[in-house]
């Protein structure tokens, strides 16, 4: 890199035109303003030749095929100028069979630069991957992730159309091929100028009314219809960073990339909303038509006529308005142009307009107030790196040597006077570095001296960036073609980038995408990010930017967005850990209980100092999750349990206890992330917008549907037995298939489940002779078996914590936590009570074959609201529980069914278990549960509140007055409630029975439930599997918990057990007023919970008389006289 000295200044010198002896043919597939800036582009810096154009329009074929193709006088030949690249994919086959046939032919084409639409990039490049030539296509690779996993894969395919040609495939990355870029990145990785990187801060001013022009008015105004802006536009400065951070160093061995650990992004369409819009403005939606059009800085007739027309550009942006503006303008003068200029500003539409008719083009002439758009205007990427030495000397001692930890911050911003001229510093153990789109200064800590580098301005865009692009990838093309060095050689010479790498940066900012908010494990991403070998549709909006409060997604107004966390990083060393359920936490029967009576009147409440679970933050989010083991790379990573740690929004209300250990060690310190998320809320009737880089629309739904098969559930294709089967049965018969989770109907909404054939069936690795003299009928497969107790003990999911905490507001329960009035343990829910019932423990030590007991497929562990936790339950519990039930009821078996929660509608239990025949309703019209569930977050429930200040007791009793309601309503004495990590089983309303009286009740009616009464479970900690590791004897663990519970609910009860039914009765039967004085350490209610109560359902206490809001409001009648 050759550079000349003078004043403490370094120049770098201009780059010499490169020369071919045999010049690559080019052609241009879309003759926009880049297929033009790269036709420019080849021609200055190569003796390239432009072959021939694709493109639709006539207008832009012709002017780019004269200006440097067939030239301003001639007409196009046939192999020069072509509709799409259809017809030249049609004529080129042609032509090489012509030319196989000894025929006389015109040449090809050697290299490609694909310049079409962002949307169109995966239809173009797939298409003609296959041909042979080499490709370039225009930044960024497509607009959706499973978009470039599809390029990726038609790309490293063999291709077919030149026998099996290796070509060169680069990204249009032009930030790395920039004189300035290059230099700067020669002086920090090769000169190590400032010494080891800590941080960066890059900024990306796109300019004021750039922004306003292409991603308000222009083609990339929406989410839908291309992308975010952050990948639309800076797709290349995150590749930048990756570049200088991520990429090998060039004066390394190792060619392994150092990946970063964590990424979280903040962002939003500040500006450019019709809530901004000046008042002055009034109801005018275009310029051209508006009052204060004068006054209005982002005046479409300032911008286009008076800032560039009436100064004599009619190039860029002018030309984007109207293609012919140019034309006009030179050709019928200055008046003409602007007239037709006034005419094309001047088109707008109205409500009435069809949306398909607006979201096909642009509106130059829009208010930019009134536009449709929807990317964000605003946006913060912070990118963190880890530790991750290599091995590189002999001595066999690994180093870090430029993978220190390290920090980038990315800004892409509008509102600025320069137009994407990047600046930015370095800061360095030795050193700093400012930069900007011109000058490097670079200043020495030691000797206290700046010297400042200026590198040679080539012409052209992106500081020379499209030059340099155009020069280094001919020199590859012409590399292979001449046969000095293999396409992956070239590759990494020339470009400095394989198909790896550029899909590791579009990830990376697909990544970004999805942690708006909070952050992500990038070495986890990408690895969910792999290439597969299956398809999966695209989502529309996949990629959005809404960012959820509660369950469903919600766009929040700009005021909520709060800024990057204010700490650092949270950073863990050794095991995972996650919150531990301690036995000193659970406190057993109370010493002595109260004297007890069948009724209770209610006493007059102090209005005094008591306690409230109100007092909580509506919303609190969580950290997110460590990554999979330390290095994406590293050969023995493997999928551990997140990690998860309070946040610094948590305010001391962090409930972890205590750690759990695993036995699974890593090989190298593994660093928990830190959560610097923020829910916010927005009220209904507020206008909404979008946020670019967030997860509102990349939710767990959507990657359960739409995500690759290794990590979402596969087709289950179940058949039905004819048979009759008995419960308890396995030698007689054993089910033909499991039943998966069944979705309640009435409460889940339905979708289809897309599911794609591999595009590439992969050919068997070893194909062996077959032996005609060999008999294989002596053969026999032998099954392989399991037991039901092996299956329920396997080891479960480990979740990280849920990272968006919420809360229901005040006033739409009907259930309050004072409801529970008693809590006993049940002392015999245990595994010594389900090893002493007869047939149960032979039951589950029987071989079974394993296809019987189906494993469950890999669980995404990073819940990001209650909803996701739902889903792993269901996807692991609840289909091992569904299986076994089937081993030992048969066809005819209990099932536990999901329902998801639907806006608008009554709230419903998570789980409701009962058998398909079933046909009794709850007051409300529900199918009734035999036993009913509930899935809370470890923040807002967990047994170890039980024992903590009686704000946290409240909070407790809370959940389980939410259990407590709905067991009432469906009239079941068993249920459960389930966290990340515990599992409470529950038996509701004391004895079930006359001939069971509970001996300190007094009156007790046989049958009536007593109100509030619970009996709890020991927590079962969901960590707990297998045997016991002293011991060796059976552990309850959460699914054989599950199944023994829906055991004791089964049509015939084992002996000595109660029935499931619990005998409530409608409102009118007031089973309510039979209770037991209430247990001395619960709290009493403030006067504002007792209002609110009385308000919501009509009562207080369950003493109380009917209320009409048990029964339902009637009509008042008019009175007489």
């Known amino acids: 890199m050759p550079s000349l000295e003078a004043n403490g200044t370094a120049f770098l010198q201009a780059a010499e035109k490169q020369t071919f002896i045999n010049p690559p043919r080019v052609l241009i597939i879309g003759a926009g303003s880049r297929g033009t800036a790269y036709a420019e582009a080849t021609l200055s810096s190569t003796n390239s030749i432009l072959a021939a154009v694709c493109e639709p329009s006539d207008y832009k074929r012709v002017e780019l095929g004269r200006k440097f193709i067939w030239g301003k006088d001639e007409d196009a030949k046939d192999h020069q100028a072509f509709y799409g690249w259809q017809e030249w994919k049609e004529y080129e086959i042609k032509r090489r069979e012509h030319e196989k046939a000894g025929h006389e032919v015109e040449k090809g084409v050697d290299a490609v630069f694909v310049c079409v639409l962002d949307e169109m990039h995966e239809e173009v490049v797939c298409g003609i991957a296959d041909m042979g030539v080499h490709i370039s296509c225009e930044k960024p690779m497509s607009t959706r992730l499973d978009s470039c996993m599809r390029m990726y894969r038609a790309l490293r395919a063999p291709n077919s159309g030149n026998e099996a040609k290796e070509t060169i495939f680069g990204i249009c990355h032009v930030l790395r091929y920039s004189p300035h870029n290059m230099l700067l990145r020669h002086l920090v990785l090769e000169k190590d100028v400032i010494g080891d990187v800590l941080s960066i801060e890059h900024v990306e001013p796109v300019g004021w009314w750039h922004f306003s022009h292409s991603y308000v008015r222009g083609n990339w105004r929406k989410e839908s219809k291309t992308a975010p802006s952050l990948l639309t536009k800076s797709c290349h400065d995150i590749d930048f960073l990756m570049w200088m951070l991520c990429s090998p160093r060039p004066d390394t061995k190792n060619a392994t990339p150092h990946l970063p650990s964590y990424i979280t992004s903040t962002g939003s369409r500040k500006f450019f909303r019709k809530e901004r819009k000046p008042k002055a403005a009034g109801s005018a939606t275009n310029c051209l038509s508006c009052v204060f059009e004068p006054e209005c800085d982002y005046s479409a007739k300032k911008i286009y006529l008076e800032r560039h027309l009436n100064n004599g550009n009619a190039d860029w942006p002018v030309k984007i308005v109207n293609p012919e503006i140019e034309d006009i303008y030179k050709t019928t003068g200055k008046e003409a142009a602007e007239k037709q200029l006034l005419n094309d500003l001047a088109e707008d539409y109205s409500v009435d307009t069809p949306i398909s008719e607006v979201e096909q083009r642009p509106w130059f002439g829009r208010c930019v107030w009134e536009s449709d758009n929807d990317v964000c205007d605003d946006q913060m990427v912070t990118i963190t790196w880890d530790d991750d030495?290599?091995?590189?000397?002999?001595?066999?001692?690994?180093?870090?040597?430029?993978?220190?930890?390290?920090?980038?911050?990315?800004?892409?911003?509008?509102?600025?006077?320069?137009?994407?001229?990047?600046?930015?510093?370095?800061?360095?153990?030795?050193?700093?570095?400012?930069?900007?789109?011109?000058?490097?200064?670079?200043?020495?800590?030691?000797?206290?001296q700046t010297k400042t580098h200026s590198p040679h301005l080539a012409g052209g865009g992106h500081g020379g960036g499209d030059e340099g692009l155009a020069r280094q990838f001919l020199m590859a093309v012409n590399a292979v073609d001449s046969g000095a060095m293999p396409a992956s050689e070239a590759q990494r010479q020339y470009l400095g980038c394989d198909l790896d790498e550029a899909f590791r940066s579009h990830a990376m900012v697909f990544a970004v995408l999805h942690s708006s908010g909070s952050f992500t494990s990038f070495i986890m991403y990408s690895r969910q990010t792999t290439p597969p070998t299956a398809s999966f549709n695209y989502v529309p909006g996949s990629v959005g930017s809404d960012v959820t409060y509660y369950s469903q997604a919600s766009s929040p107004e700009p005021q909520f967005a709060g800024p990057t966390p204010p700490r650092s990083p949270v950073r863990q060393y050794g095991p995972v850990l996650l919150p531990k359920v301690r036995m000193q936490d659970q406190i057993a029967e109370p010493t002595s209980g109260p004297i007890r009576h069948r009724r209770t009147t209610s006493t007059s409440s102090s209005i005094g100092y008591a306690y409230s679970p109100y007092s909580r933050p509506a919303s609190m989010v969580r950290r997110g999750s460590s990554p999979f083991n330390h290095n994406m790379h590293n050969a023995h990573s493997t999928m551990t349990s997140p990690v998860s740690t309070a946040s610094s929004y948590d305010f001391n209300l962090s409930t972890l206890n205590s750690p759990i250990t695993f036995p699974q060690q890593p090989e190298l310190p593994r660093r928990s992330s830190y959560v610097g998320s923020h829910s916010r809320s927005t009220s209904a009737n507020r206008a909404r917008h979008a946020r670019a880089g967030s997860a509102g629309s990349v939710d767990e739904q959507v990657i359960s549907r739409y995500g690759f098969p290794t990590?979402?559930?596969?087709?289950?294709?179940?058949?039905?037995?004819?048979?009759?089967?008995?419960?308890?049965?396995?030698?007689?018969?054993?089910?033909?298939?499991?039943?998966?989770?069944?979705?309640?109907?009435?409460?889940?909404?339905?979708?289809?489940?897309?599911?794609?054939?591999?595009?590439?069936?992969?050919?068997?690795?070893?194909?062996?002779?077959?032996?005609?003299?060999?008999?294989?009928?002596?053969?026999?497969?032998?099954?392989?078996?399991?037991?039901?107790?092996?299956?329920?003990?396997?080891?479960?999911?480990?979740?990280?914590?849920?990272?968006?905490?919420?809360?229901?507001?005040?006033?739409?329960?009907?259930?309050?936590?004072?409801?529970?009035?008693?809590?006993?343990?049940?002392?015999?829910?245990?595994?010594?009570?389900?090893?002493?019932?007869?047939?149960?423990?032979?039951?589950?030590?029987?071989?079974?074959?394993?296809?019987?007991?189906?494993?469950?497929?890999?669980?995404?562990?990073?819940?990001?609201?209650?909803?996701?936790?739902?889903?792993?339950?269901?996807?692991?519990?609840?289909?091992?529980?569904?299986?076994?039930?089937?081993?030992?009821?048969?066809?005819?078996?209990?099932?536990?069914?999901?329902?998801?929660?639907?806006?608008?509608?009554?709230?419903?239990?998570?789980?409701?278990?009962?058998?398909?025949?079933?046909?009794?309703?709850?007051?409300?019209?529900?199918?009734?549960?035999?036993?009913v569930g509930l899935v809370k977050c470890y923040d807002q429930w967990n047994t170890g509140m039980r024992s903590e200040s009686p704000p946290k007791q409240v909070l407790y009793l809370q959940g389980l007055a939410h259990l407590h309601r709905v067991m009432r309503e469906h009239g079941c004495r068993y249920g459960f409630i389930m966290t990340e990590i515990e599992l409470l089983c529950v038996r509701?309303?004391?004895?079930?029975?006359?001939?069971?009286?509970?001996?300190?009740?007094?009156?007790?009616?046989?049958?009536?439930?007593?109100?509030?009464?619970?009996?709890?479970?020991?927590?079962?900690?969901?960590?707990?599997?297998?045997?016991?590791?002293?011991?060796?004897?059976?552990?309850?663990?959460?699914?054989?918990?599950?199944?023994?519970?829906?055991?004791?609910?089964?049509?015939?009860?084992?002996?000595?057990?109660?029935?499931?039914?619990?005998?409530?009765?409608?409102?009118?039967?007031?089973?309510?007023?039979?209770?037991?004085?209430?247990?001395?350490?619960?709290?009493k209610p403030q006067l504002g919970e007792k209002r609110e109560a009385k308000r919501v359902r009509g009562w207080v206490f369950p003493d109380e008389p009917l209320s009409k809001r048990e029964c339902g409001k009637g009509k008042r009648g008019k009175s007489i006289g």
Not at 420 to 446: A, L, M, P, Q, W
Not at 1029 to 1037: A, F, K, R, V
Not at 1051 to 1071: Q, S, Y
Request: with cysteine; charged share 15%; hydrophobic share 35%.
């Open 389 to 448: 030495p290599i091995v590189e000397d002999d001595d066999g001692l690994p180093i870090l040597h430029g993978r220190g930890a390290k920090t980038a911050q990315f800004h892409m911003v509008a509102f600025t006077e320069k137009q994407c001229e990047r600046r930015g510093r370095i800061y360095g153990t030795k050193g700093e570095i400012e930069y900007d789109s011109i000058n490097i200064k670079v200043h020495n800590f030691s000797t206290g």
């Open 711 to 931: 990590y979402r559930n596969m087709p289950s294709y179940v058949t039905a037995s004819s048979a009759p089967q008995s419960n308890l049965s396995l030698v007689t018969s054993l089910p033909s298939s499991y039943s998966s989770v069944q979705d309640m109907p009435s409460f889940t909404s339905t979708c289809t489940q897309d599911f794609v054939v591999p595009e590439f069936e992969a050919a068997p690795a070893v194909q062996y002779p077959s032996f005609t003299d060999v008999s294989f009928d002596g053969f026999q497969q032998v099954p392989a078996t399991s037991s039901l107790v092996e299956y329920l003990s396997s080891t479960n999911p480990s979740p990280s914590l849920v990272r968006r905490v919420t809360s229901a507001p005040r006033g739409i329960n009907n259930h309050f936590w004072w409801d529970i009035r008693n809590l006993r343990s049940w002392e015999d829910f245990n595994i010594t009570t389900i090893k002493s019932i007869p047939s149960v423990l032979p039951l589950l030590e029987v071989p079974v074959p394993a296809n019987y007991l189906p494993q469950p497929c890999r669980q995404n562990l990073q819940p990001e609201n209650e909803s996701a936790l739902q889903d792993i339950c269901t996807n692991y519990y609840a289909n091992k529980v569904n299986a076994v039930l089937k081993v030992a009821q048969g066809n005819s078996h209990m099932v536990m069914r999901a329902i998801k929660p639907v806006a608008g509608q009554r709230q419903q239990p998570e789980f409701v278990s009962n058998y398909p025949s079933d046909y009794e309703k709850t007051l409300f019209g529900d199918s009734r549960g035999r036993v």
């Open 988 to 1083: 509701c309303g004391g004895p079930s029975s006359f001939s069971t009286p509970d001996p300190t009740t007094v009156n007790a009616q046989a049958g009536v439930p007593i109100y509030g009464y619970l009996e709890t479970s020991a927590p079962i900690r969901l960590s707990t599997s297998g045997s016991h590791p002293e011991t060796g004897d059976i552990q309850l663990t959460a699914a054989l918990a599950l199944w023994y519970l829906h055991m004791l609910a089964k049509e015939n009860p084992f002996e000595g057990m109660g029935t499931w039914r619990m005998d409530v009765g409608g409102p009118a039967a007031l089973t309510r007023q039979n209770f037991l004085e209430k247990d001395t350490w619960i709290p």
